[in-house]
């Protein structure tokens, strides 16, 4: 069960919301514990609900008609699921699922719709959040036409870092993999590199960030553009420091 106070929320959307648009939110959500893998938006099926993140990672997958697949996007606690939704579409073929397990807030679809449709101001700032995914996107889209293997692992590393809030990240290489849409025996490769270079320390199934701005270093100019988005239009810093 949540907390009434608004100032108690970890996701940078909620704590964004003006006091009188979170008192009429707070009696509709629920809250949602969403394990490894738990499903938060099913490809080409409706979405009933959107869900804040509270903690964990999700990430956003396409897929091709051939069966290829690659992370497009991360969710954490600046985020919410079903973005789709507040475009007017009620479905998307892409699908959103944790790849670190947390917990969430949970909201009917119709209700928050309902809800934000009574508020110009909120809902301006959940497109401008819709916007920022866009960015995150396209920010994704030059890494990997631009930069090489170690620049792009650092970006997707610091990512995660931003939003799970923690040195120790528990990701698999497998999942890495997924997010620079490479063999997983590239990735392995990439990582003994950072390692040299002592920007992390990887273990099974787990990433220790040793040296931030040394990964922020090798990242170059791939990581920023968008948490610099984030933060200029929702008002709260994504990135850590």
Known sequence: MFSTDQASFRNRLITAMPADFFASLIPHLE???????????????????????ESGLASIVASSLDAEVAEVGHIGLEGISGAHLLLATTSTPNHTFMQVGGY???VNAAVLLDLLAQSEPVRDMFLRYVHCCEIQLAQSALASSR?????????????????????????THE???????VRRSGVTN??????????????????????????????AGCYGVAEAEYKRLIGLSLRRH
């Not at 969403?34 to 409706?46: A, K, M, Q």
Request: hydrophobic residues 45%; proline residues 2%.
């Open 175 to 181: 999942f890495l993999a997924l997010m620079l849409g």
């Open 147 to 171: 930069y090489n293997m170690n620049e792009r692992l650092a970006r997707w590393l610091l990512m995660c870092h931003d939003r799970l809030e923690s040195d120790d990240l528990t990701l």
């Open 31 to 53: 809250f949602k514990e969403l394990p490894l893998r738990f499903t938060l938006v099913d490809p080409g099926e409706e979405t009933g609900a959107f869900i804040f993140l």
């Open 104 to 106: 969430g807030a949970q």
């Open 190 to 219: 990439e990582i003994h590199v950072l390692e040299g270079l002592d920007a992390i320390r990887a273990t099974r199934g787990n990433v220790h960030v040793r040296d931030r701005a040394k990964l922020e270093e090798i990242a």
